[in-house]
């Protein structure tokens, strides 16, 4: 059985940062209940149409099997709705906008207080208390007020991360908050409310930069797909004109490298050179000499040579090279998900039970399950008639 077999999960949710954390709670076993907005829903749903042209990318990575419960909780018949499926919930988590929640006694203090049981959890962007408190904040904005934005990219260009950093780092701690109350409620009987931020969990995602930048004076320097403090750390190009990562941890690899690929077994003494401090130093030199070794020979000889070396190498891929990555193809990480655009390709969840297969169930179309939890609720036909007589759903 799967860990949150019978469990329900109660979202509130938007965006990228909470749908990443129910998702995995939802391939954990539990069943999570998307709650939307009736007639446009998690806006996140019409970020693009990359998806055959009918859905985001976004909403198809982060919300398969859970269920989509489409209701205006504004209306007071379809607050009470709300109100009976929040009350057998064992967990209810948000990420509306600052101060909506609060508003509509959604908060998990005041979940909480009427439900001493249950997990509650108020994700946002920077949190209670504070100048901050009111803002919106969304995934480039925090990246920017959390320092990341400052120690990425290259010397001339500051760059965000490629992915929603900040709302994948929060999603990720806000599924382990979920998962350590729920044991602790195991233990105790007690629920939890529970609040995070945005601001905290990239920031400390990002904390080498913060110690780096508290004990020097100074941030790290923006190194491009290099590495600040180590060398060599850099991406270079063979002579097939293809792009190979390098990465040498410590000295002892780098006299491996030297004796080795670069056919220069004196540099593994060399003081300019043989530690990582010379090296980092001299980086230019250090950069020069392995860009030139890798730099006139085929790709497979690179490789070749990295590999009988003991050297950590990674081939730069464009994310088409991932679509087909014999790593991945090797080790069946592909699944085939059903969703309102038909059939898609994804990823299997990371974590999987190994006696136990994950619940992978299919992308739900706005409000598909919104008559199947009422009815489930107690509410008859003539119930849902007036439901949506009243605009509720």
């Given amino acids: ?14 965006a990228v940062a909470l749908p990443f954390a129910t998702r995995h709670l939802a391939e954990f076993g539990a069943r999570v209940i998307k709650v939307e907005r009736p007639g446009t829903g998690d806006f996140a749903r019409s970020y693009d149409e990359a998806v055959r042209g009918v859905l985001s990318a976004h909403f198809s990575w982060l919300n ?19 109100e009976k499926l929040v009350a057998g ?79 994948v780092a929060s999603g990720t701690y806000a599924a382990q908050a979920i998962l350590a109350a729920l044991l602790r409620r195991e233990r105790t009987g007690e629920g939890a409310a529970l609040s995070l931020t945005m601001l905290d969990a990239i920031t400390e995602w990002n904390g080498y930069a913060v110690q780096f930048a508290e004990h020097t004076g100074r941030a790290p320097a923006r190194a491009g797909v290099g590495h600040p403090s180590i060398a060599p750390y850099e991406a ?25 690929l670069l056919g220069r077994p004196e540099l593994a003494e060399d ?26 020979l085929p790709t497979t000889e690179v490789t070749a040579g990295l590999d009988a070396a003991g050297i950590a190498y990674g081939r730069v891929n464009e994310m088409a090279d991932v679509l087909v ?25 990371v974590v999987e039970f190994p006696d136990t297969p994950p619940r992978i169930e299919p992308v739900p179309a ?17 119930a849902l008639a007036q439901l949506r007589a009243d605009g509720a759903i």
């Fill in 1 to 14: 059985m799967l860990p949150l077999a019978g469990m329900t999960v109660v979202s509130f949710e938007h």
């Fill in 64 to 82: 398969r099997s859970k269920e989509s419960f489409a209701v205006d909780i504004k209306v007071p018949s379809g607050r009470a709705a709300l």
């Fill in 89 to 167: 919930a064992d967990v209810v988590a948000q990420n509306l906008a600052p101060g909506a929640a609060a508003r509509l006694g959604l908060d998990a203090e005041s979940l909480v207080a009427r439900y001493p049981r249950l997990v509650a959890v108020d994700l946002s962007g920077y949190g209670l208390g504070g100048p901050y408190t009111g803002r919106r904040a969304y995934d480039m904005l925090i990246q920017a007020e959390s320092g990341l934005v400052s120690v990425t990219g290259t010397p001339e260009h500051m760059a965000k991360a490629g992915f929603a950093a900040a709302d």
């Fill in 236 to 260: 270079f190009t063979t002579g097939d004109g293809d792009s190979v990562l390098i990465g040498v941890q410590n000295d002892r690899e780098w006299a491996r490298l030297a004796r080795g």
């Fill in 271 to 296: 003081p300019e050179f043989a530690t990582n401090r010379a090296r980092v130093r001299n980086r230019g030199r250090t950069d020069a000499i392995v860009a030139d070794v890798v730099g006139r």
């Fill in 325 to 349: 990555h014999p790593q991945l193809a090797a080790r069946e990480r592909w699944i085939e998900v059903d969703s309102p655009a038909g059939p898609v390709r994804q990823l299997r969840p």
């Fill in 366 to 382: 706005l409000g598909e399950h919104t008559e199947k939890i009422l009815t489930e609720l107690g509410h008859d036909a003539a």
